[in-house]
């Protein structure tokens, strides 16, 4: 997201503001926040399909060290090192 430098003044009824507040509190996010992803979803964002796809394929074809872990990978990783750092606590498992 870029810097937020602009500000904007809109009028909108009481009902309006009650449902984007409420709505706001739900998703645990600001008005702001709300009216801005509003804003995107209407009338596009930023970034074009074709720049998110390219995004998208630059995270998939990152080395190894870089790329992101399944919440499963993770989870398996992190018995991984438990196991070795702490031996004495966490005695390996055996592989299957």
């Given at each position: 997201?870029?810097?937020?430098?602009?500000?904007?003044?809109?009028?909108?009824?009481?009902?309006?503001?009650?449902?984007?507040?409420?709505?706001?509190?739900?998703?645990?996010?600001?008005?702001?926040?709300?009216?801005?992803?509003?804003?995107?979803?209407?009338?596009?964002?930023?970034?074009?399909?074709e720049e998110?796809?390219?995004?998208?394929?630059?995270?998939?074809?990152?080395?190894?060290?870089?790329?992101?872990?399944?919440p499963e990978?993770?989870?398996?990783?992190?018995?991984?090192?438990?196991?070795?750092?702490?031996?004495?606590?966490?005695?390996?498992?055996?592989?299957?």
């Open positions: 997201m870029s810097m937020l430098t602009e500000c904007l003044q809109v009028l909108i009824s009481p009902q309006q503001k009650r449902r984007l507040e409420a709505e706001a509190q739900t998703r645990g996010e600001s008005v702001g926040t709300l009216v801005r992803a509003a804003i995107d979803a209407r009338y596009g964002s930023d970034t074009t399909r998110r796809v390219a995004a998208v394929e630059r995270m998939r074809m990152a080395p190894m060290a870089a790329r992101f872990f399944t990978e993770l989870t398996r990783t992190h018995g991984e090192e438990i196991e070795i750092e702490y031996p004495e606590i966490f005695p390996p498992r055996e592989k299957p």
